[in-house]
């Protein structure tokens, strides 16, 4: 890492960028996270009385099963005129209710300048709602994210905001949102930074963090404490066995993640080749829905009751089945068709009957154990968001003992996943729209490497004093021939101005005598200082249009350092990409006595 030589650069650069203005947006974000949690009490109070009206003829908000329902074989019909609904509203109202929400928040942040269309944040609600309440295996917290990042955006568009700014408000209101829905704060921002902000930096990650923890304290008030499923306590301390088990559980994590993102993808690539339109795609998927419901009733709605009996652990062998089985068929089915609904749920269910499946032969470390620890991987590979996975599962169950066992098997899981698909179940529908994500996060060299440590010196300044008629003999001896700006500088060699070649050039075919290139050249030019990043002289640059600077003493009175060019600040680049391919062994073990038996046997 460069290290400034004078005092004076060490005091004007610093370890962040942030200015006091993250006050305003931070209190902005503290509005928007109390807000974020009504959002997420009323969706769930709305798919509370949907489920209750579609499946048991009732009006009342209770969080109920559908799989207690008594339609018999009308209970197909249910998905369907729910999906149909849905379609209609994405039809005529807005496509952007389609989906399971965070692919739509990326694209928003990405594409549109963080700015969401205000009936988006009405519309979402209401369909994962309608789609959730008619038996939809989805979960509530894509729309709930997206709800509540809409929200975010449309309080961000009320004010004289920038584009990074809007962002951050609508990341603050999708973290409110999944903050009060699981009473899982910590995991939501981490959520936020890993999927939607992009960055880490402070001034997103302040306000996004307030949100997060506004949200969860007000839902002590509208929806209790946590934890939102209760564990049987497991042990500190697993041992080998249990971490190879950890090892072994992570893998197939990863291959069910894998397994699960191609299946959505293979669905919604299905959905394409029908000769139909795509309004009515979501009625094929319910009836999917409706089948499956059938056969397995509890793949119906968003099964948190499910998801806590599996991390009891007594759960019978036909239920795990029927979850990896159905379930994940009819999920991935109605999710490709277009559907609105959240994925977060039904990986935690299909996780956690994986983790039964590997209590049959895994070592016994407790009631629960192995669900949570599948749930967690699953989680953490499907959405490629490792510590979101492994807090996640820490925060909806309070079991800090499975701190050591999560982080194993979501590492592995991360690790499958990011060895064997090209992109996540959130990022392959963004992918497929023509834009491309990375999800690496990484010091970027320009903004560690100064402009001292690039610039040239080795440059011709010409004098100010000299006129013109003295130009052949001074530039016919230069040889320099990929200086394209010459500066002009005084006795001093401070700098006066600049010329650019071409219009050296010029002035060699017309001299006129009598004037001096100090009168001629472009004065106050736009220059660079050594101390100062490369990131900044890059923005310097696309600000300007120019792709040459000189490079002037900060402390003495713009006296002539060198100069920095485009083509130095890839040097920079270069630099890192050689740290990166060139592999070399550093240390090199000598061993003397392997030199004396040789000498011994001759």
Same mark, same amino acid.
């Given at each position: 890492?460069?290290?400034?030589?004078?005092?004076?650069?060490?005091?004007?650069?610093?370890?962040? $960028?942030?200015?006091?203005?993250?006050?305003?947006?931070?209190?902005?974000?503290?509005?928007?996270?109390?807000?974020?949690?009504?959002?997420?009490?009323?969706?769930?109070?709305?798919?509370?009385?949907?489920?209750?009206?579609?499946?048991?003829?009732?009006?009342?908000?209770?969080?109920?099963?559908? =799989?207690?329902?008594?339609?018999?074989?009308?209970?197909?019909?249910?998905?369907?005129?729910?999906?149909?609904?849905?379609?209609?509203?994405?039809?005529?109202?807005?496509?952007?209710?389609?989906?399971?929400?965070?692919?739509?928040?990326?694209?928003?942040?990405?594409?549109?300048?963080?700015?969401?269309?205000?009936?988006?944040?009405?519309?979402?609600?209401?369909?994962?709602?309608?789609?959730?309440?008619?038996?939809?295996?989805?979960?509530?917290?894509?729309?709930?994210?997206?709800?509540?990042?809409?929200?975010? %955006?449309?309080?961000?568009?009320?004010?004289?905001?920038?584009?990074?700014?809007?962002?951050?408000?609508?990341?603050?209101?999708?973290?409110?949102?999944?903050?009060?829905?699981?009473?899982?704060?910590?995991?939501?921002?981490?959520?936020?930074?890993?999927?939607?902000?992009?960055?880490?930096?402070?001034?997103?990650?302040?306000?996004?963090?307030?949100?997060?923890?506004?949200? =969860?304290?007000?839902?002590?008030?509208?929806?209790?404490?946590?934890?939102?499923?209760?564990?049987?306590?497991?042990?500190?301390?697993?041992?080998?066995?249990?971490?190879?088990?950890?090892?072994?559980?992570?893998?197939?994590?990863?291959?069910?993640?894998?397994?699960?993102?191609?299946?959505?993808?293979?669905?919604?690539?299905?959905?394409?080749?029908?000769?139909?339109?795509?309004?009515?795609?979501?009625?094929?998927?319910?009836?999917?829905?409706?089948?499956?419901?059938?056969?397995?009733?509890?793949?119906?709605?968003?099964?948190?009751?499910?998801?806590?009996?599996?991390?009891?652990?007594?759960?019978?062998?036909?239920?795990?089945?029927?979850?990896?089985?159905?379930?994940?068929?009819?999920?991935?089915?109605?999710?490709?068709?277009?559907?609105?609904?959240?994925?977060?749920?039904?990986?935690?269910?299909?996780?956690?009957?994986?983790?039964?499946?590997?209590?049959?032969?895994?070592?016994?470390?407790? =009631?629960?154990?192995?669900?949570?620890? %599948?749930?967690?991987?699953?989680?953490?590979?499907?959405?490629? %968001?490792?510590?979101?996975?492994?807090?996640?599962?820490?925060?909806?169950?309070?079991?800090?003992?499975?701190?050591?066992?999560?982080?194993?098997?979501?590492?592995?899981?991360? =690790?499958?996943?990011?060895?064997?698909?090209?992109?996540?179940?959130?990022?392959?529908?963004?992918?497929?729209?023509?834009?491309?994500?990375?999800?690496?996060?990484?010091?970027?060299?320009?903004?560690?490497?100064?402009?001292?440590?690039?610039?040239?010196?080795?440059?011709?300044?010409?004098?100010?004093?000299?006129?013109?008629?003295?130009?052949?003999?001074?530039?016919?001896?230069?040889?320099?021939?990929?200086?394209?700006?010459?500066?002009?500088?005084?006795?001093?060699?401070?700098?006066?101005?600049?010329?650019?070649?071409?219009?050296?050039?010029?002035?060699?075919?017309?001299?006129?005598?009598?004037?001096?290139?100090?009168?001629?050249?472009?004065?106050?030019?736009?220059?660079?200082?050594?101390?100062?990043?490369?990131?900044?002289?890059?923005?310097?640059?696309?600000?300007?249009?120019?792709?040459?600077?000189?490079?002037?003493?900060?402390?003495?009175?713009?006296?002539?350092?060198?100069?920095?060019?485009?083509?130095?600040?890839?040097?920079?680049? $270069?630099?890192?990409?050689?740290?990166?391919?060139?592999?070399?062994?550093?240390?090199?073990?000598?061993?003397?006595?392997?030199?004396?038996?040789?000498?011994?046997?001759?």
């Amino acid at each position: 890492m460069t290290t400034g030589n004078a005092a004076g650069s060490t005091e004007k650069l610093g370890d962040f $960028t942030t200015t006091g203005r993250v006050a305003w947006i931070a209190s902005l974000a503290v509005a928007i996270g109390l807000a974020s949690a009504y959002i997420a009490l009323a969706l769930l109070r709305l798919i509370g009385l949907f489920t209750n009206l579609f499946f048991f003829g009732r009006w009342s908000t209770l969080l109920v099963s559908p =799989a207690a329902n008594r339609l018999g074989p009308w209970e197909v019909a249910v998905p369907v005129a729910g999906a149909l609904i849905v379609g209609l509203m994405a039809r005529y109202g807005s496509e952007r209710i389609r989906g399971h929400g965070i692919p739509e928040a990326i694209e928003a942040i990405l594409i549109n300048g963080s700015k969401v269309e205000p009936r988006v944040a009405i519309l979402k609600p209401l369909s994962s709602a309608i789609s959730i309440g008619s038996g939809g295996p989805f979960g509530a917290e894509g729309p709930i994210i997206m709800t509540g990042g809409a929200f975010g %955006s449309m309080i961000a568009q009320l004010f004289h905001l920038s584009a990074a700014e809007r962002k951050t408000l609508l990341v603050a209101g999708a973290a409110g949102g999944m903050s009060a829905t699981f009473a899982a704060p910590v995991a939501a921002v981490l959520l936020a930074v890993e999927l939607l902000l992009f960055e880490w930096k402070p001034r997103s990650l302040v306000p996004v963090a307030l949100a997060s923890v506004t949200a =969860a304290a007000a839902r002590r008030y509208l929806l209790g404490t946590g934890p939102l499923f209760p564990v049987p306590p497991h042990p500190v301390f697993i041992g080998p066995q249990g971490l190879l088990g950890c090892v072994v559980a992570g893998l197939l994590a990863g291959g069910l993640a894998a397994l699960l993102t191609l299946a959505v993808y293979a669905s919604e690539d299905f959905f394409r080749l029908l000769p139909i339109h795509w309004m009515w795609w979501p009625a094929l998927g319910g009836l999917a829905i409706g089948l499956g419901g059938l056969v397995f009733p509890q793949a119906l709605g968003v099964g948190y009751d499910t998801i806590g009996a599996l991390l009891q652990g007594d759960v019978p062998r036909t239920m795990i089945l029927g979850i990896l089985v159905v379930k994940s068929a009819i999920w991935a089915l109605s999710l490709g068709s277009g559907t609105s609904g959240g994925v977060l749920a039904p990986l935690l269910m299909v996780g956690g009957a994986l983790g039964g499946i590997e209590a049959m032969f895994l070592p016994h470390e407790g =009631a629960g154990f192995w669900p949570l620890v %599948s749930m967690g991987a699953t989680l953490g590979g499907t959405l490629r %968001s490792p510590f979101t996975g492994v807090i996640f599962a820490l925060e909806v169950t309070h079991d800090v003992n499975m701190l050591v066992p999560l982080l194993l098997a979501v590492t592995m899981a991360h =690790a499958f996943t990011v060895l064997t698909l090209r992109h996540s179940i959130l990022t392959e529908k963004v992918a497929r729209r023509g834009y491309h994500l990375s999800c690496e996060y990484a010091v970027d060299p320009l903004e560690i490497l100064l402009v001292r440590d690039v610039m040239r010196d080795n440059i011709l300044a010409l004098p100010a004093p000299l006129k013109c008629a003295q130009l052949a003999d001074l530039t016919a001896n230069d040889g320099r021939r990929g200086q394209f700006l010459y500066p002009v500088v005084d006795g001093a060699r401070r700098l006066v101005g600049v010329i650019t070649r071409s219009h050296l050039g010029k002035l060699l075919q017309e001299p006129t005598a009598d004037l001096a290139l100090g009168d001629l050249a472009r004065p106050d030019p736009v220059v660079a200082y050594p101390d100062e990043p490369l990131r900044v002289v890059v923005y310097r640059m696309a600000e300007t249009g120019l792709t040459r600077l000189p490079v002037v003493e900060r402390s003495d009175a713009r006296r002539l350092a060198g100069m920095v060019s485009l083509e130095d600040l890839l040097r920079a680049r $270069t630099r890192t990409l050689e740290e990166e391919r060139r592999r070399e062994r550093v240390l090199r073990i000598r061993l003397p006595f392997r030199a004396r038996h040789a000498a011994s046997q001759k």
